[in-house]
């Protein structure tokens, strides 16, 4: 047992006399290299403009193939709401071709809309920035800040007959623009379809106009 606290000892002894002969010089230290990249070397990323955008489609002949005459449209996803269901899924196709634009609401997005019929009185609302555009069929009674009589409701959807280049140019370059459409039902009831409409593109569509 002696020995071996002798061998301790001794072993503590010289740990405590390296410790105290180690100078700066010969301790051991790691240097991590930098480099400094200036802001012009820095390549910001291309911003990409996310969402649906209006692109050209063609129509075709009877055998499916696309034929010269073209239109412009895009799709949209948004919510419908009657007496039956509330903000349920709607899927909405906008076409303008000429100064003719049409909205196919698709309930559920599937089947075409069901709760109105053509003839129908309703009112379509646009929100751009602080500014609200008002479009009302010829059926209904009117409403407060209607500019123009100039929508047709159809059994499938309905239909900016007149002026199109003139709505949409107040949309052109404004953000998150909201669309409402409400249609009196063949029963009595309202149905709500309430979607955005994409600007990306618009440029293409007003010039086609």
């Known amino acids: 047992m002696k020995k071996v606290t002798l061998v301790l000892v001794t072993i503590a002894g010289f740990v405590t006399l390296m410790s105290c002969n180690t100078t700066p010089e010969t301790v051991a230290t790691s240097v991590v290299a ?23 489609s063609f129509y075709v002949d009877d055998f499916g193939d696309p034929t010269e005459d073209s239109y412009m449209s895009v799709q949209v996803e948004g919510v419908f709401s009657n007496s039956a269901t509330e903000n349920s899924e709607l899927t909405a196709v906008l076409m303008v071709d000429g100064d003719f634009l049409n909205i196919q609401l698709y309930e559920y997005n599937s089947g075409p809309a069901q709760s109105f019929e053509s003839g129908s009185g309703g009112i379509m609302k646009f929100k751009a920035g602080s500014e609200v555009i008002t479009v009302n069929t010829i059926y209904d009674e009117g409403d407060a800040g209607v500019t123009a009589t100039d929508l047709m409701i159809w059994e499938q959807g309905v239909s900016i007959t007149e002026n199109v280049a003139s709505y949409l140019s107040k949309l052109q370059g404004k953000d998150n623009v909201k669309c409402v459409i409400s249609v009196k039902e063949t029963y009595g009831g309202k149905s709500s379809y309430s979607f955005n409409v994409p600007t990306k593109g618009l440029e293409a569509v007003l010039a086609s106009i």
Do not use: I
């Open 34 to 56: 930098t480099e400094t990249v200036s802001a012009e070397e820095v390549k910001a990323e291309p911003v990409v403009e996310k969402g649906p955008a209006w692109e050209k």
